[in-house]
């Protein structure tokens, strides 16, 4: 079975940058999609972005313009490069691959943002 590691999450200030990777133990090639998603305490689950096979990305309203995934298909491993970042941008995030009719999930990364 598939696995998902994220790792890079962790504590910065506010305007700060943090990149968080997510690696699987297989290809990535032949995921349908992949996305990162975050949940704050209290809140529900939000997608954060996501990309699918074709390399076609797309951004919640709320890290449009500071956010940005992208996937290295020969190391398997998916980035979400994260500029400005904001206090509301607290929370664990996790990332998920489409594999067929399957969502593989990984255990998450907690970022913390000060203000």
């Known amino acids: 079975q598939v696995r998902l590691l994220e790792s890079g999450g962790g504590l910065v200030q506010a305007g700060g940058s943090l990149r968080l990777s997510c690696t699987s133990s297989?290809?990535?090639?032949?995921?349908?999609?992949m996305a990162w998603y975050r949940q704050a305490p209290g809140n529900e689950r939000e997608l954060v972005a996501s990309?699918?096979?074709?390399?076609?990305?797309q951004y919640g309203n709320s890290v449009r313009g500071r956010f940005t995934i992208s996937r290295d298909i020969g190391k398997n491993t998916m980035y979400l490069q994260m500029d400005s970042l904001t206090p509301t941008d607290t929370a664990v995030y996790y990332c998920?691959?489409?594999?067929?009719?399957?969502?593989?999930r990984g255990q998450g990364t907690q970022v913390t943002v000060s203000s």
């Open positions: 998920d691959a489409a594999l067929g009719s399957v969502v593989v």
């Open positions: 297989g290809s990535i090639f032949s995921f349908k999609k």
């Open positions: 990309i699918d096979a074709g390399g076609t990305t």
